[in-house]
């Protein structure tokens, strides 16, 4: 079974900075190749949203949602299968519960559990 493990939320006020960090553990051949990892986040009563992540396809792209760039940078290590969203200058409107996401070489998807990320002075 693949999982992936999300740590780092928490409570912090505008202007603060949060480090995400999602492991992945399982069939190592999941990891191997993937077409995507990265992060999403939602808040209630939306659909989940793509912050941050890495495709692979076309010799690989990072991604950034508008509304964070300059502000959050996603950063990896294969060898871990891990990834990391270091969040800067939050500001209110990024409180969600942030996903870490997998599309594996197969096009199989997983998504860790959420850490809940909540920016309020």
């Known amino acids: 079974q693949v999982q992936l493990v999300e740590s780092g939320g928490g409570l912090t006020q505008p202007g603060g900075s949060l480090r995400l960090t999602c492991v992945g553990s399982?069939?190592?051949?999941?990891?191997?190749?993937?077409?995507?990892m990265g992060w999403y986040r939602q808040t209630p009563g939306n659909e989940r949203e793509l912050v941050a992540g890495?495709?692979?396809?076309?010799?690989?792209?990072?991604h950034y949602a508008d509304s964070i760039k300059g502000r959050f940078t996603v950063s990896r290590d294969g060898a871990r299968n891990t990834i990391w969203l270091q969040m800067d200058n939050l500001k209110s409107e990024d409180t969600a519960v942030y996903f870490c996401?997998?599309?594996?070489?197969?096009?199989?998807?997983?998504w860790g559990r959420g850490t809940q990320v909540t920016v309020s002075s």
């Open positions: 399982g069939n190592t051949f999941t990891f191997k190749g993937y077409n995507f």
């Open positions: 996401h997998l599309i594996s070489a197969n096009k199989r998807e997983f």
């Open positions: 890495f495709f692979t396809a076309n010799g690989g792209t990072t």
